[in-house]
């Protein structure tokens, strides 16, 4: 049993999408940094998978971690860093990357 799950999308579409991808805005590579500080910062108890299309394509990329079912959007290695330590070492959401409802 984990104590988090969290599911990244990584959904690719052609590059002339109208809703655009998550894949197309760094997804896989953020999700990849994500597994790997994780495990440099010993957090246990939490799965980090990949995910087709979450249908929140114009706002990626996207994450969203269950339990709790909190969304992310997210840009950069400092925005995983920060959910990291916040939401799954100290169980406090990131408010400021929290997914708006579209």
Not at 18 to 23: D, L, N, Q, V, Y
Request: glycine share 6%; proline share 3%.
């Amino acid at each position: 049993m984990y104590q988090f799950h969290v599911f990244c999308c990584t959904n690719r579409r052609a590059d002339d999408h109208a809703r655009g991808s998550c894949a197309a805005k760094g997804s896989e590579k953020l999700r990849d940094y994500m597994k790997a500080r994780a495990k440099e910062l010993g957090i246990a108890e939490t799965r980090i998978n990949t995910a087709g299309c979450l249908d929140q394509c114009e706002q990626g990329p996207v994450m969203v971690i269950y339990p709790e079912g909190v969304w992310y959007r997210y840009d950069s290695k400092e925005d995983i860093d920060e959910i990291l330590s916040s939401h799954l070492q100290r169980g406090q959401p990131v408010h400021r990357l929290r997914l708006q409802k579209s």
